[in-house]
């Protein structure tokens, strides 16, 4: 079996990204409809006591040693980290990047839908009454971001602002963090692995671009992706000239490895070593061989013993 090509992963992975975006643009929704829905969460919130975004934006706002580096982790950490976990997967753990890739997509096409339903106005963009500060705007000046979330000056009309339910800056970060804990090999990536989703949302919530509960639902959106997966997978072998394309696994394993079964699962799962249906390694065509990708028969822990 061959391993996926990796310009085609990077076109796929692209095209999902441009879906992603240009999705968010067309569920902008109106605006008296946003704030309704915004004001509905900080209201069920309220009444439990669960509005933790507004002791954290308040320090946030008034201490410009946390703020000022909460908004560039909010603006830059969502597109690079999780590019580089999917790298990470698709170099050092192959036999399950097919379906770790499978989730983080299906999750977000979730997502999608949440914005759509329910186009939400961020607390940031509430009344000043009700408690809370852009603090994106008011650090605008340290930053290449302007006062509209976190878009680059002048192109603030190219995102949705109240595509805030769920919140796939958490959603995403959760993805990174169950990979970093489930395939990293060392402490520090497994520390990492649940930091970054932590400081994730604080941060969405420090910076008033996010309410609790649409951290609660980006993780949501993430655990039905999950549950989702092993479908989605049969549904793509079952596609003419797919079927156990790139996986390495035949289509009933690949289909099951996500929800803990074997193969090239997301979370759990046998090694290699014990599963009879995981290829030892890879190969590429004449021409496609990038540093590392080509090796020898890989480890028990599906690494590829020229990538170790």
Do not use: K
Request: aromatic residues 10%; proline residues 7%; contains cysteine.
């Amino acid at each position: 079996m061959r391993r996926p090509r990796w310009w085609v992963e990077l076109i796929l992975i692209a095209a999902v990204y441009a879906a992603y975006s240009g999705g968010r643009l067309l569920a902008r929704g109106d605006a008296s409809t946003a704030v309704a829905h915004g004001l509905s969460l900080l209201r069920v919130e309220d009444t439990f006591g669960l509005a933790l975004e507004r002791p954290l934006n308040r320090l946030f706002t008034a201490t410009p040693a946390l703020g000022v580096p909460a908004d560039f982790v909010y603006a830059s950490l969502h597109y690079l980290v999780t590019p580089a976990v999917l790298v990470w997967l698709f170099r050092r753990r192959p036999a399950r990047y097919r379906a770790a890739r499978a989730w983080l997509m299906t999750s977000t096409l979730l997502g999608l839908v949440g914005f759509v339903l329910m186009p939400t106005c961020p607390p940031r963009l509430l009344d000043a009454a009700h408690g809370f500060t852009d603090t994106m705007a008011q650090f605008s000046a340290y930053g290449w971001w302007g006062g509209e979330a976190s878009a680059p000056r002048g192109l603030g009309g190219l995102t949705n602002q109240y595509a805030a339910m769920p919140s796939l800056h958490v959603g995403w970060a959760l993805w990174c963090g169950v990979m970093l804990w489930r395939y990293g090999r060392t402490p520090l990536l497994r520390t990492l692995g649940v930091a970054y989703p932590l400081l994730t949302t604080v941060v969405v919530m420090g910076t008033a671009n996010h309410y609790l509960l649409d951290a609660v639902a980006g993780a949501a959106a993430m655990g039905a992706g999950l549950l989702l997966t092993p479908y989605v997978l049969r549904f793509l072998d079952r596609l003419p000239g797919r079927a156990g394309a790139g996986s390495g696994v035949p289509v009933a394993a690949g289909a099951a490895a996500v929800a803990g079964g074997r193969g090239d699962g997301v979370i759990g799962g046998d090694s290699p070593r014990n599963s009879p249906v995981v290829s030892g390694g890879w190969e590429t065509s004449a021409g496609e061989r990038i540093p590392g990708q080509r090796s020898a028969p890989a480890a028990a822990d599906d690494t590829p013993a020229s990538a170790r």
